[in-house]
C-alpha cells in the first residue's frame, strides 16, 4: 500500500482525489488551509488525516507521492519545500488519469455553468440502472454519501473543469481526462485570472473535443454560439445535439406541465430552464452508455439535488433562506428565475458575496445588476479586495440594492428587512462566513421577540 500526501486536500476536486485514493487501498494524508463544508465533512466522513498548516507537513517527507492542489502557487512555503527536498510530485487530474481513469468509460461533464448538477443526475441514473458508477463530482449530491466513490467498472463520471491543472502544468485539467461520453453544457467567460478572453478558454474545450475517441459521444447545447464555434474549430466524434435550437432526440421543448425531449416527456427534478437542460443533457449522456430513455426518465423523481445548488437551508418565521453557488451573472439570474418559478408568495431577497477571482476583479461588474434584477431586495458584501466600483455598478437597482463592510452588518441589515413570506437566497462559491446560520440565527431571535 503506497502513501498519498495531498497539498491542498480541501478543495472540491482534490477531497474526491483523496476519498478515491483511499478507496482505492492508498495510505491518504493531507494538509490545507481552513476548509468549510460540504468538503471539511466529505473528509471527516472518509477518516482522512489533515492539517492545517502552510508548511510542509512531516507526513510528506515518508510520502510515496505528493498530489499538489491547483489552488498552490510557486511561493507556497509547502511547495517550496517540495521543490527544496526534491520530492516526487504530479497534479490530481494526472493522479486520477493513471491510477482511476484509464480503465473505464469515462463520462465527462463541462461548461461554464451546471457541472456539478448535471454529473449528479448522470450519476443517479447511472446508479438508478444498477451500473454502480464511480464518480467525482464537485459537490455532495444527495443521492450518496460522497462527493467522490470508486464504483464498479466500466462507467465513471467526472466533473470536467477548465480551470488550470497546478502551478506546473498550466492546461485545463479536463485535458487529463479522456472521456468517452462528454457533455457541454454552455460555455462562458469566466476564470479572469488566467485566461485573457473568451477565446482562450474556447481553445482549451477544442483541447478537450480532440481528446475523444471516434467512437465517442459528444452531447452538446445547440444553443450555445460558443459551443458552435469550438466545434467549428474540428469535431471527430458522434455529435448527440440537444436544446431548444436542436432538432431530432434531442430537442427540447417547454411544454405543461412536463417539458419535451425529442418524443419523450420529462419533469425537471430541480426548477429553471437550465436545469431542464441539465436534466435533458444528463438523459442522453446516460443514454450514450446503453441506459434507454424509458429507464432514467422515471429515476428523475428520485433525484435527491445537491448541496448548495438551491438548497433550502432552514427557515425562520415564515421566512425561508436558500443556499446556492451562483458566482457568475448567468448563474445567478438562472438561480433568481428557478426561485421566482417556485414563488406562490413573499419577496426574493438576494445575498452577495462577489468572491471568485473572476468577480474581486470586477469583469462582470456590468453584468451583474442585470442578473439580480429579479430580486426585490439585494445585498452586496463589499470588502476591501473589489477593486471596482460597486455602487456604479449596482445603481441600475436603484433602492433595492444595499451593501455592507461586514458579514455582521449585513445580518443585521437583512433580519431587519425580511418579513413572513420572504425567500433569502444566500449566494457565493466560498463559506462566507457561516452566514447561512448566523442569519436563521437572528431570524430565530427576532421572531422571539417580536
Not at 476583479?361 to 445588476?369: C, Y
Amino acid at each position: 500500500m503506497s502513501h498519498v500526501h495531498i497539498l491542498g486536500i480541501g478543495g472540491t476536486f482534490m477531497a474526491g482525489v483523496a476519498v478515491l485514493a483511499q478507496a482505492a487501498g492508498h495510505r491518504v494524508s493531507g494538509q490545507d488551509g481552513p476548509l468549510y463544508p460540504p468538503m471539511s465533512e466529505v473528509l471527516a466522513d472518509a477518516g482522512i488525516a489533515l492539517s492545517t498548516t502552510d508548511d510542509l507537513s512531516p507526513e510528506a517527507d515518508q510520502a510515496d507521492s505528493i498530489i499538489i492542489g491547483n489552488a498552490l502557487s510557486r511561493g507556497h512555503p509547502a511547495v517550496e519545500a517540495v521543490l527544496e527536498r526534491r520530492l516526487r510530485y504530479t497534479s490530481g487530474p494526472a493522479w486520477l488519469a493513471e491510477h482511476v481513469l484509464k480503465d473505464r468509460w469515462v463520462i465527462a461533464i463541462a461548461g461554464t455553468h451546471g457541472k456539478t448538477t448535471t454529473a449528479s443526475l448522470v450519476a443517479w441514473l447511472l446508479e438508478a440502472a444498477g451500473l454502480e458508477p464511480g464518480f467525482l463530482i464537485g459537490g455532495q449530491p444527495g443521492n450518496f454519501q460522497s462527493s467522490a466513490r470508486l464504483g464498479k467498472p466500466p462507467f465513471f463520471v467526472i466533473e470536467a473543469d477548465e480551470y488550470d491543472t497546478a502551478f506546473f502544468d498550466k492546461r485545463s485539467k479536463f485535458i487529463h481526462f479522456h472521456p468517452d461520453t462528454l457533455v457541454l453544457n454552455n460555455l462562458e467567460f469566466d476564470h479572469a485570472d488566467i485566461f485573457t478572453d473568451l477565446a482562450a478558454i474556447e481553445q482549451q474545450f477544442q483541447h478537450l473535443i480532440r481528446t475523444v475517441p471516434g467512437n465517442g459521444g459528444i452531447v452538446v447545447n445547440a444553443d450555445d454560439l460558443a459551443l458552435t464555434r469550438v466545434l467549428e474549430q474540428g469535431c471527430w466524434s458522434r455529435l448527440i445535439p440537444f436544446g431548444l435550437q436542436a432538432d431530432g432526440p434531442g430537442a427540447l421543448t417547454p411544454a405543461t406541465p412536463h417539458w419535451q425531449l425529442g418524443d419523450t416527456p420529462f419533469t425537471p427534478p430541480l426548477p429553471g430552464v437550465h436545469n431542464a437542460k441539465n436534466t435533458a443533457a444528463a438523459i442522453l449522456a446516460v443514454r450514450d452508455a446503453g441506459v434507454p430513455l424509458a429507464a432514467s426518465v422515471p429515476a428523475l423523481s428520485d433525484f435527491a439535488g445537491i448541496r448548495r445548488r438551491l438548497e433550502r437551508v432552514g427557515g425562520s418565521n415564515g421566512i425561508s433562506v436558500f443556499d446556492d453557488f451562483a458566482h457568475h451573472p448567468t448563474a445567478i439570474a438562472a438561480t433568481l428565475a428557478a426561485l421566482g418559478e417556485k414563488a406562490k408568495r413573499g419577496r426574493l431577497i438576494a445575498v452577495l458575496e462577489p468572491r471568485s477571482n473572476t468577480m474581486r476583479a470586477g469583469v462582470h461588474a456590468a453584468t451583474l445588476a442585470p442578473a439580480l434584477q429579479a430580486a426585490d431586495r439585494v445585498y452586496m458584501l463589499v470588502t476591501p479586495h473589489l477593486d471596482w466600483d460597486v455602487s456604479a455598478a449596482l445603481a441600475p437597482l436603484g433602492a433595492r440594492a444595499n451593501t455592507a463592510t461586514t458579514v455582521t452588518d449585513l445580518i443585521a441589515a437583512i433580519s431587519d428587512w425580511a418579513r413572513p413570506g420572504d425567500r433569502i437566497v444566500v449566494m457565493s462559491n466560498g463559506a462566507f462566513e457561516g452566514i447561512h446560520g448566523r442569519l436563521l440565527d437572528a431570524l430565530a431571535k427576532r421572531e422571539h421577540s417580536d
